[in-house]
């Protein structure tokens, strides 16, 4: 029965002067996840709103699902949107609606109206009050309730009229490309793609970098994390996935380094080397899974130790979240049957029995002085050899 969607979003309409930025970035986005759906859309904006019209026959579901995976959309309102009617074609209209979709509701609900266009004849309470009695008149089921009704049915007097009564939520935060695009480390595990997920959804493209360490860690657990950029990609858009052998530089701290400073050690050369991809690519900063004291390179001091490398922002939205809660975003962004896949992280084949949970920066800058023969060239070899996945 609809062939429009009214997309309702959120904090882009308190940004001033700059809203038709935000409005045409949420437009391309929209346009660009609706190309793989069935279906011909045409995606407009009108006076505050967005709509998403089909033209002839589309898949409904579809639609809304990738509607759903477009940050900045807080509301997808399947709406019906008419030409503009005297009241005697509105109520038929509306009572038409109200049929198809609530026959044998038994529900309370109120009607609002907005009236935008200034010159149709009634003013929206009296359009409100009029379709109002007429809806308890017909149907049995429905009774008034104008505090808290379980129904609201929404009338928009524009130079077209709209009717709708559905809200599906949308993920919120803001429309992609309007913040600038970050360099996320992401590893197989569960935290990572979240973090992605959750920068990305204020607005923030998205690249990616991944350390392998053949032979200790297979091809498997590589394509585990191309199958995680490939999930979080349905929202963030394309991703570059850079994959960086990291087997040299980790055996070589092995071999030089306190076994149980090898950890921070080498997040510390993990961190160097997304930075320097970040800058080479235009990404203004980095995206991490960690939260803290969730692992012994996760205390304050680790984070800590970690951050003394790097120079542009780390953002860590995880940083203060329970697993549990980080559990229940995998979820519904659906990573986590991938993220538990039991394949092998390069941290773990060579993490020692007692790491230092309590590292001091100077101690460890001084650690890092026995790499200093060689350390460099292999950073260098490392990002030469950089294989680029992109991820669509
Ligand atoms: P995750 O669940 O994201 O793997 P984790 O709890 O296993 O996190 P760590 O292994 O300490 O935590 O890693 C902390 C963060 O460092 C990760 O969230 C990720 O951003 C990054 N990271 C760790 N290992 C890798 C890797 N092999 N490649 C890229 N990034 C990594
Ligand atoms: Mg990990």
Redesign the pocket.
């Known amino acids: 029965m609809f062939h429009a969607f009214l997309v309702k979003y959120g904090e882009i309409g308190v940004k001033g002067k700059n809203r038709y930025v935000f409005e045409d970035a949420l437009i391309a986005r929209i346009k660009q996840v609706l190309r793989p759906v069935e279906g011909d859309f045409l995606v407009t904006k009108d006076q505050g709103r967005v709509y998403v019209e089909a033209e002839g026959a589309f898949d409904y579901d579809e639609t809304v699902a990738a509607l759903q995976r477009v940050f900045g959309v807080v509301g997808i309102c399947p709406v019906v949107k008419i030409p503009n009617q005297d009241y005697d074609g509105l109520l038929t209209e509306v009572l038409s609606y109200m049929h198809r979709m609530y026959e044998h509701t038994t529900k309370t609900f109120k009607v609002h109206t907005r009236r935008v266009n200034k010159k149709y004849p009634m003013t929206s309470m009296e359009v409100s009050a009029a379709i109002g009695a007429k809806i308890v008149e017909e149907f049995e089921g429905l009774t008034v309730d104008v505090h808290e009704p379980e129904l609201l049915l929404h009338i928009e007097l524009r130079n077209y009229i709209c009717i709708y009564s559905e809200v599906i939520p949308g993920p919120g935060g803001m429309p992609l490309g309007t913040n600038g695009r970050s360099m996320?480390?992401?590893?197989?595990?569960?935290?990572?793609?979240v973090?992605g997920y959750m920068v990305s959804r204020r607005g923030v493209g998205i690249d990616a970098?991944?350390?392998?360490?053949p032979p200790y860690?297979s091809e498997r657990a590589k394509q585990k994390?191309v199958d995680l950029a490939a999930k979080i990609a349905r929202y963030t858009g394309t991703i570059h996935l850079h994959v960086i052998n990291?087997t040299d530089i980790q055996m070589y701290i092995y071999d030089q380094c306190p076994h149980d400073e090898l950890?921070i050690l080498m997040?510390r050369y993990?961190m160097r080397i997304?930075e320097r991809i970040a800058k080479d690519t235009g990404c203004l900063a980095l995206?991490?899974?960690?939260?803290i004291g969730?692992?012994a390179?996760?205390t304050v001091q680790s984070l800590a130790a970690t951050n003394d490398v790097c120079t542009l922002p780390v953002f860590r939205p995880l940083i203060a979240f329970d697993k549990e809660d980080i559990v229940t975003i995998a979820k519904k962004i659906d990573t986590y049957e991938t993220?538990i896949l039991p394949y092998e992280?390069?941290?773990t084949t060579f993490v020692a029995k007692h790491p230092v949970t309590k590292p001091r920066v100077d101690v460890i800058r001084r650690s890092e002085q026995a790499l200093m023969a060689q350390i460099d060239e292999m950073v260098e070899k490392a990002l030469a050899e950089d294989e680029v996945i992109e991820i669509r």
């Open positions: 996320l480390l992401l590893s197989g595990g569960i935290d990572s793609p973090a970098v991944y350390f392998h360490a860690t994390v990291f950890t997040r993990m997304a995206i991490t899974g960690e939260s969730q692992v390179s996760q993220s992280d390069c941290c």
